[in-house]
Antibody
Framework: QVQLVDSGGGLVKPGGSLRLSCVAS????????MTWIRQAPGQGLDWLSY????????HYSDSVRGRFSVSRDNAKNSLFLQMDSLRAEDTAVYYC??????????WGQGTVVTVSS | QSVLTQPPSVSAAPGQKVTISCSGS????????VAWYQQLPGTAPKLLIY???KRPSGIPARFSGSKSGTSATLAITGLQTGDEADYYC????????????FGGGTKLTVL
């Protein structure tokens, strides 16, 4: 069955870095564009980035452009989000999503990132 | 402040119909497809509607989407207590760069 397993979250100090991973199984990962979404505690959804199926097209939200970097390794069915210069307002649950906005949308279970001193 | 505007809350009785509005502009809803997501408490969001008015497999016909100009609407008929959740609209926005934007979410209460 389709699975997206998010990992890599944790507690980090302001200014620090984290690398999130999302491992896919149960479908042909290289056929799909992928998206990172986050949700801060008690808040709404926040779109972060998009990466095409081949990785040659990438978009970022204004809030993370220049600090976060998305990448993928289709040979390892993996999606990554490198997060640098983290701020308290980056505290959230981070989700990877397949085919976000499309008919085959599927969400990972999320990984929690807490930025605090 | 969300780019798309949704009412913070709506409510209706079981069996009734409710609509949730999502207002945007020509750079987003006016020229792009809209998606709707349902988020039950403590769970990841689930896609309800894509391409403005299409339902993924497994989503009941009680849920429908539509768009007129720069506004979109999610309608839910035959309300059930299990529909009590947060609902989000979203679409691409191409005003300055290509980004996906969400509404702030609407809390549906089934009385």
């Amino acid at each position: 069955q389709v699975q997206l397993v998010d990992s890599g979250g944790g507690l980090v100090k302001p200014g620090g870095s984290l690398r999130l991973s999302c491992v896919a199984s149960g479908f042909i990962f290289s056929d799909y564009y992928m998206t990172w979404i986050r949700q801060a505690p008690g808040q709404g959804l926040d779109w972060l980035s998009y990466i095409s199926s081949t990785g040659d097209t990438i978009h970022y939200s204004d809030s993370v452009r220049g600090r976060f970097s998305v990448s993928r390794d289709n040979a390892k069915n993996s999606l990554f989000l490198q997060m640098d210069s983290l701020r308290a307002e980056d505290t959230a649950v981070y989700y990877c999503v397949r085919d976000f906005g499309g008919s085959e949308a599927f969400w990972g279970q999320g990984t929690v990132v807490t930025v605090s001193s | 402040q969300s780019v798309l505007t949704q009412p913070p809350s709506v409510s209706a009785a079981p069996g009734q119909k409710v609509t949730i509005s999502c207002s945007g502009s020509s750079s987003n809803i006016g020229n792009n497809y809209v998606a709707w997501y349902q988020q039950l408490p403590g769970t990841a969001p689930k896609l309800l509607i894509y391409d403005t008015d299409k339902r993924p497999s497994g989503i009941p016909a009680r849920f429908s989407g539509s768009k007129s100009g720069t506004s979109a609407t999610l309608a839910i008929t035959g309300l059930q207590t299990g529909d009590e959740a947060d609902y989000y609209c979203g679409t691409w926005d191409t005003s300055l760069s290509v980004v996906w934007v969400f509404g702030g979410g609407t809390k549906l209460t089934v009385l």
